[in-house]
C-alpha cells in the first residue's frame, strides 16, 4: 500500500478554433474547421509506504519516492462533417479528423532525507538530485523524451426516423487516445517510458424511442468495441522491489455489449429512472514477452 504525501501540479494551455459551417436547415448540413493547442503540464508527486513490504530491514527501511513530470504538449488537427438526407426519414452521416501531436517530457525520479532511498545505495548523494537505474544506479539530470504521433479519426453512421417519436441509428467510428509520458514512482528507466496513442473501431446500433404521449422515454443500444494499444496501469517487474507501477500498452482487446434506460414521467415534479448494462472484455493478445523487461498488465 501506498500514502500520497504530495501531489501538486498546474496545467497551462491555450487552445484556437476555427468553423465554418452552412444553414443547418439545408437538406446537405456541411462543417469545416482546424484547430490548436498549445499546453503545459507539470506533475510534483510523493509517495510513503511504511506499509509497504519495500520498508523492511532488508532494502534498509527506505519508505519515500517522489517523481516530477513536466510535458510540453502541441496539438493541431484540421476537421470536417457531413449530413446528407437522402429522404424524409433517413439521414446518411460522416465525419473525419486528422490530428498531429507532440509531447516533450522531462521526468525526474526523487528522494528525500527521510526517504532512506539515498542510504541503501551508499549514500550517493542523490538527495535533491534526480536518479534512476540503468545498467548502475546513477544520478544526474532529468530523463527526457519525445513523442510524435498523429492519426485519422473517422464516422460513419446512418439515422432513420421511424415515426416523430422514435429513431434508429446505426454507426461505425474510429477514435484515439494521445499517447502520455507517466508520472510514477520507478527504479528503471523503462518505468518512464511513454505508452503510445490507443485506437478504438466502434460498431454501434440503437433506438430512441418516446412512448404514452412522451411519458416514457426508452433508449437501447448494442455495441461493440475493438481496441488496439489500449493504455493500461499495469505492474514492471523489479528485480530489487519487486512488482513496481507502470504504463503498458496492451495489442489488441475487444468490449462488447448491450444497455438500456427508461424514464417514467409520472405526474409533474415526479420522475423515475432506471437503466442496465451488460459488459464482455476481453484481451486477445498480449504484450511480447521481451517487452519492456518483465512488464504485465495487472
Known amino acids: 500500500t501506498f500514502d500520497l504525501d504530495k501531489n501538486n501540479g498546474f496545467i497551462r494551455t491555450f487552445n484556437q478554433e476555427l468553423r465554418i459551417a452552412n444553414d443547418s436547415a439545408s437538406g446537405f448540413r456541411w462543417l469545416l474547421g482546424a484547430n490548436y493547442e498549445d499546453s503545459t503540464t507539470f506533475e510534483d508527486q510523493s509517495l510513503r509506504y511504511f506499509d509497504n513490504s519495500n520498508h523492511a530491514p532488508g532494502l534498509n527501511w527506505i519508505n519515500q519516492s517522489g517523481v516530477t513530470n513536466r510535458q510540453d504538449i502541441e496539438n493541431y488537427a484540421v476537421f470536417g462533417n457531413a449530413e446528407f438526407d437522402l429522404g424524409e ?30 542510504t541503501l545505495f551508499g549514500g550517493a548523494g542523490i538527495n535533491g538530485t534526480c536518479f534512476t537505474f540503468a545498467a548502475d544506479f546513477t544520478n544526474g539530470p532529468p530523463i527526457t523524451g519525445k513523442l510524435k504521433e498523429d492519426n485519422i479519426s473517422w464516422r460513419v453512421g446512418l439515422d432513420y426516423k421511424v415515426s416523430p417519436d422514435m429513431l ?34 466502434a460498431f454501434e446500433g440503437g433506438f430512441k424511442a418516446s412512448l404514452a404521449d412522451r411519458a416514457v422515454q426508452l433508449n437501447a443500444a448494442a455495441f461493440y468495441y475493438d481496441y488496439k494499444d489500449k493504455q493500461i496501469r499495469g505492474k514492471l517487474l523489479d528485480a530489487t522491489f519487486g512488482g513496481l507501477d507502470a504504463l503498458i500498452n496492451i495489442p ?21 429512472n432506471g437503466a442496465v448494462t451488460y459488459l464482455n472484455s476481453r484481451i486477445t493478445r498480449n504484450p511480447p514477452l521481451e517487452r519492456r523487461n518483465n512488464i504485465y498488465a495487472q
Do not use: H, W
Open 168 to 201: 434508429v441509428y446505426a454507426n461505425v467510428s474510429r477514435g484515439y487516445k494521445a499517447g502520455s509520458f507517466p508520472s510514477l514512482s520507478v527504479a528503471s528507466y523503462l518505468g518512464m517510458l511513454p505508452v503510445t496513442q490507443e485506437s478504438v473501431t
Open 252 to 272: 489488441k482487446s475487444r468490449i462488447y455489449g448491450a444497455e438500456a434506460d427508461v424514464t417514467f414521467r409520472l405526474i409533474e415534479g415526479l420522475t423515475i
Open 89 to 118: 426519414r433517413l439521414t446518411l452521416k460522416a465525419a473525419a479528423r486528422y490530428t498531429n501531436s507532440t509531447i516533450d517530457s522531462s521526468i525526474c525520479s526523487y528522494t528525500s532525507p527521510t526517504g532512506r532511498v539515498e
